[in-house]
C-alpha cells in the first residue's frame, strides 16, 4: 500500500481481478492499495468492523449507502488500529453527527493511512460480487490513477486470501491481563489469532480474570496461568494454514480443560476434531445474519465476519479423536455451519461474534455457556 495526504476530491477508480471497474473519488488517504474485496450488510458499528483485525487485508464494500453519520469516537474501537486495507462506501456522511464524535471518518481513514472510494455505485458492486465471489482488488487515487491495463495487472499481482496464514500478523507480540470486574471468579488463558477488545471484555464483566497469548504461545504457557478455561480467538486469513492453533487446541482437548472459540475459533475446533474446511462464495459480513441453536430451536440476528467455513454434517452426531461431536448452530440463510459441540468433553464453538460490538446482542448467552462449563468442571 502506498498512500499520501488527504484528498477528498482527487479522482479514485477501483478495479476488480475480473477487469471491472467503478470510478468515483478519494475517500480517506489517496494513494493505492489491495486485498480481497468483501462487502458488510450493517447499517451501523462501521467503527468496530474497520478495527476488527479479522479484515486485515481486505477491502470493505458498505451496502448501507449513507456512512460516516456517528463519525469516529476514542471509545468504540476493537483494537488499536484501523485493520482493513481499503473502504468502498457510495454516499459519505458531510458532517458527523453524535455527542461521542471525535473525527469524521474520512479524517481517520485518511490518517491512518487507509485508502478508500466514495461516490460509486456500491449496490452494483456487491451484486457483481454475489455473483462471481469475493476476489482480489485495488483502489487507486490520485497520481496512483494510471493505465486500466497496468492497474489490472497490479491487482492480479496480489495474493489471495486463499492459503494466506495471517493470524500472527495481528495477534499481540507480549501477553497481558484484563481483569475481572469485581470478584475475580474464574482465570481464562485466550489465544489471540486477531482478538477484538470487546471479547475479554465480555469475559471480566462475568468475573473472569482474561490472560492473553500471542498465537505463537505453547501449551507450557497456557497452563502456566492455571486457567479455568482456554479461549481461542477469531481473526483472518485460510484456516487450512493455522497448523500452530490447531495442535494447541488438540492439546487442550486432550486435557479435558473448557474450551470455547469464537470464529477462527471455531474453525481451528472443526480441524481439531478432524472436520475440513472451505473457502465461501462471498462469505458472511453484517450485524443481520440470523442463525438458529438447535439444542434450543431460537432463531438469533447476529454479528458475522467469515469467508471460511466448516465442512461437518449437520444432521448426524460424528465419531471424533476427542468423543462426539455435532454442528450446534447454522445459518439461516445458506445452512452453513455456525457452531460447534463436543457431546463427552467440555468444548464447543461459534462461527459468529457473541460479544456483537455494535450489537445485535442476542447471542451474549454464549458467554454463560463458557461460564457453566468451568463451573461444572470445579464442581
Request: a negative charge; proline letters at 5%.
Amino acid at each position: 500500500m502506498t498512500t499520501s495526504t488527504r484528498g477528498a476530491q482527487a479522482p479514485a477508480v477501483l478495479v476488480l481481478e475480473d477487469g471491472r471497474t467503478f470510478r468515483g473519488r478519494a475517500y480517506g488517504a489517496v494513494g493505492e492499495t489491495f486485498g480481497e474485496a468483501v462487502f458488510s450488510t450493517g447499517m451501523t458499528g462501521y467503527q468496530e468492523t474497520l478495527t476488527d483485525p479479522s479484515y486485515h487485508r481486505q477491502v470493505v464494500v458498505m451496502t448501507a449507502p449513507h456512512v460516516g453519520n456517528t463519525g469516529v469516537n476514542d471509545e468504540d474501537p476493537e483494537s488499536q488500529r484501523i485493520w482493513v486495507s481499503g473502504y468502498v462506501v457510495r454516499d459519505p456522511a458531510r458532517t458527523p453527527s453524535n455527542w461521542r464524535s471525535r473525527r469524521t471518518l474520512d479524517q481517520e481513514l485518511a490518517d491512518q493511512g487507509v485508502v478508500g472510494i466514495s461516490g460509486i455505485d456500491t449496490r452494483a458492486l456487491t451484486r457483481h460480487l454475489r455473483e462471481r465471489g469475493a476476489m482480489r482488488v485495488g483502489i487507486f487515487s490520485g497520481d496512483a490513477v494510471t493505465d486500466g491495463a497496468a492497474m489490472l495487472a497490479r491487482v492480479q499481482e496480489a495474493p489471495e486470501m486463499k492459503g494466506a496464514d495471517l493470524s500472527a500478523e495481528v495477534a499481540t507480540k507480549e501477553a497481558y491481563v484484563v481483569p475481572a470486574a469485581g470478584t475475580k471468579k474464574f482465570t481464562v488463558a485466550a489465544i489471540d489469532l486477531g482478538i477484538k477488545g470487546m471479547t475479554p471484555h465480555r469475559m471480566a464483566e462475568r468475573g473472569i480474570e482474561v490472560h492473553v497469548l500471542p498465537a505463537t504461545a505453547t501449551l507450557d504457557e497456557i497452563y502456566a496461568v492455571a486457567p479455568d478455561g482456554v479461549f481461542f480467538s477469531n481473526g483472518p486469513g485460510d484456516p487450512s494454514t493455522a497448523d500452530h492453533p490447531v495442535a494447541l487446541m488438540r492439546g487442550v482437548l486432550e486435557r479435558g480443560t473448557p474450551l470455547f472459540g469464537i470464529c477462527f475459533g471455531n474453525q481451528i475446533l472443526g480441524r481439531a476434531l478432524g472436520f475440513g474446511t472451505y473457502k465461501l462464495k462471498y462469505g458472511h459480513r453484517g450485524i443481520n445474519q440470523p442463525v438458529q441453536d438447535r439444542s434450543t430451536g431460537k432463531v438469533e440476528v447476529t454479528a458475522h465476519n467469515h469467508g471460511f467455513a466448516v465442512d461437518a454434517p449437520l444432521d448426524k452426531v460424528s465419531d471424533t479423536a476427542y468423543g462426539r461431536a455435532e454442528v450446534s448452530h447454522v445459518c439461516l440463510n445458506d445452512n452453513v455451519v455456525e457452531g460447534l459441540q463436543l457431546l463427552d468433553r467440555p468444548a464447543f464453538s461459534v462461527q459468529y461474534h457473541p460479544e456483537a460490538a455494535a450489537g445485535p446482542h442476542d447471542a451474549a448467552y454464549l458467554f454463560d455457556r463458557f461460564v457453566s462449563l468451568m463451573e461444572g468442571q470445579r464442581a
